[in-house]
């Protein structure tokens, strides 16, 4: 067995071991071939901090008008820009406007005052890092959440494309020793990576390595059949402008789930300003517009397939309930989350509202957090992936079905 990793950039393969390239491959095409169809979670995390009470706007709160006297969303009914009314208290961001129907038609769900109960003292990567551990307090967990998920409910059929994520790294949620791979671009996976893997091998000294590399290659030319760059989406989706890095990461995604190559975990970034110190109005709408035009294409794109799909999306805390004096807002605490997919239980806003009055806020400055992310990512796992134990998924932890929200299943 080799322990070393192969990232190869332009490939766009990322964090695969090299012993087990060739069957990665082989057994990928197999599972293409024979329409394999597992049920899969898409993980969307928001970078930089986004501000989830302007996505799903506390309208109902008189507090949040009182904080907010040049960046709040109007309430319902009060011009183009206003909120769109959920359930007579929350609306969404008007930019959000493509996932309005996901909801009312019971895709959709929305999980507020939700979060981490430690925030990394308010630092983006060390509140990133606690999100994508699953480990609050405890520095010294080094492995993601997701790969220990995967660690824990071996899979005889799996294939390595059983846990991918799009984007320019492996994410920590699923560094571990599970095995996990990163795509760049799909359309870029075979040729670039033939002719990456060729220089590899022929600088590579070992015989098991250039002893495998024909069977690669041969396997490669057959995997062509799945034909990336081909792929057209259902009609009447529009995932946006191809520089659109976030709709078309869902774009593959939804092709790899349709080519029945063995997903059951993906994960994408979605980078931008979410980090709103200043300004926060225009640099906000712009990636909100793309974040819902998104979500709802994959939705539309996927169809039936999306009842074995769930999609949950995060960020790794929320703003501050006040505005500064740049028109923006700063490290916060408690956020929104959202829920989207066949089984979720949705047009609903889950979680308790914990209110905006100053004597409600966390520290006299951020909404407070009344649902523990761990409990929102165990439900997934316990009810639409079906794992069986979840101690070593979240250390410290233990999990109990009484605290989960009931987003795909009876609320206890």
């Known amino acids: 067995m080799v322990g070393r990793r192969v990232f190869l950039s332009q490939g766009g393969l990322a964090a695969i071991g090299l012993s087990m390239v060739p069957g990665f491959l082989c057994r990928s095409l197999e599972a293409a071939e024979q329409g394999t169809r597992r049920k899969t979670l898409v993980v969307v995390f928001q970078r930089g901090g986004a501000d989830g009470l302007n996505m799903v706007v506390p309208f109902g709160d008189k507090a949040y008008y009182d904080h907010r006297p040049t960046i709040a969303v109007p309430q319902p009914g009060r011009g183009t820009d206003a909120a769109l009314d959920l359930d007579g208290f929350f609306g969404l961001h008007p930019a959000l406007r493509p996932l309005a129907p996901l909801y009312k038609e019971g895709h959709l769900g929305i999980i507020h005052a939700v979060g981490s109960p430690d925030t990394g003292d ?15 307090g405890l520095k010294t967990v080094s492995t993601g959440w997701l790969n ?16 991918t994520s799009i984007g320019e790294a492996l994410p920590k949620a699923l560094r571990g020793s599970a095995p996990a791979v990163n795509i760049g671009r799909l359309d870029e996976f075979n040729l670039a990576g033939g002719s990456l893997y060729e ?9 098991l390595l250039t002893g495998a590399a024909h069977d690669m290659f041969a396997a490669m030319d057959l995997l062509k059949k799945v034909n ?3 792929y057209q989406a259902a009609e009447g989706v529009n995932y946006g402008p191809p520089n659109d890095a976030f709709g078309q990461a869902l774009r593959q995604i939804a092709q ?9 975990v993906a ?6 300003e979410w980090d709103t110190h200043q300004g926060q109005t225009l640099r906000m709408t712009p990636l909100l517009q793309s974040f819902g035009r998104g979500l709802a294409a994959f939705y539309r794109d996927l169809g039936t397939r999306m009842e074995d799909v769930v999609v949950l999306t995060m ?31 949705g047009a609903k806003v889950y979680g308790r509202w914990p209110g905006l009055a100053p004597e409600q806020l966390n520290e006299d400055r951020d909404l407070a957090l009344t649902t523990d992310f ?19 998924i979240f250390p410290r932890y233990p999990i109990a079905a009484s605290r989960f929200i009931g987003m795909l299943g009876a609320e206890v």
């Not at 071996?154 to 494309?161: E, Q, V």
């Not at 590899?200 to 070992?206: A, C, F, K, L, T």
């Not at 790899?256 to 059951?264: C, F, N, R, T």
């Not at 994960?267 to 931008?272: E, P």
Request: neutral net charge; contains cysteine.
């Open 315 to 345: 960020s790794e805390f929320g703003r501050t309930a006040r505005e500064n004096g740049n028109a923006g807002t700063d490290h916060g605490h408690a956020n929104v989350m959202f829920a989207m997919g066949g089984p979720i239980k």
């Open 267 to 272: 994960f994408i970034d979605v980078r931008g």
């Open 122 to 136: 308010r630092s983006h990567f060390a509140a990133q890092d606690i999100m994508e551990s699953a480990a609050p």
């Open 228 to 230: 990336p760059a081909k």
């Open 148 to 163: 220990r998920f995967l660690q824990g409910e071996p899979d005889p059929h799996a294939t390595p494309l059983r846990a």
């Open 199 to 207: 220089s590899m091998y022929s600088r590579e000294s070992n015989a």
């Open 374 to 392: 761990r409990d929102v990512f165990a439900e997934v796992l316990v009810r639409h992936l079906q794992c069986k134990t979840t101690d070593k």
């Open 256 to 264: 790899l789930i349709k080519a029945d190559v063995g997903l059951q």
